[in-house]
């Protein structure tokens, strides 16, 4: 395994890389609903529930343990991986979750090009700032 990977691994990393993508594909799911801050955090425990699921842990072990914590916070932003769920199964050899490929892909696509908090900020400004125009 240390050839295939390129350094130490263990089963805990491949929990986590797979709680996250989990993570990701559920929270992109949502996208078009989380529209206030109340369908967020609704979709974000949804999420964390999915993925303990599929894990075998409760919820709040499952977000601090095995999800990446910039996947939920890239989700409050409103960025997700959204467009490559078409993709899902893509290329995917039976037996093999529908989640390999490209949607993992675009996971890492995403968490590489994660803004600076500095820019979160000025996203999550901006988004309070539309919910607040369409409510009024």
């Not at 529209?35 to 977000?63: H, W």
């Amino acid at each position: 395994m240390k050839e295939v990977v390129g350094g130490e691994v263990s089963a805990k990393d491949f929990r986590t890389w797979h709680g996250t993508v989990l993570a990701a594909v559920a929270l992109a799911v949502s996208t078009h609903v989380a529209d206030t801050e109340t369908a967020r955090r609704r979709a974000v425990a949804r999420a964390m529930q999915e993925v303990s699921r599929y894990l075998g842990n409760t919820p709040a072990v499952a977000r601090a343990s095995y999800v990446d914590p910039r996947v939920i916070d890239l989700f409050e932003d409103g960025i997700t991986i959204e467009p490559a769920l078409k993709r899902l199964g893509e290329g995917v050899h039976e037996g093999q979750p529908a989640t390999h490929g490209p949607v993992e892909r675009a996971v890492l696509r995403m968490l590489r090009t994660s803004p600076t908090a500095a820019e979160r900020a000025a996203r999550r400004r901006a988004i309070v700032r539309a919910t607040r125009r369409a409510a009024a």
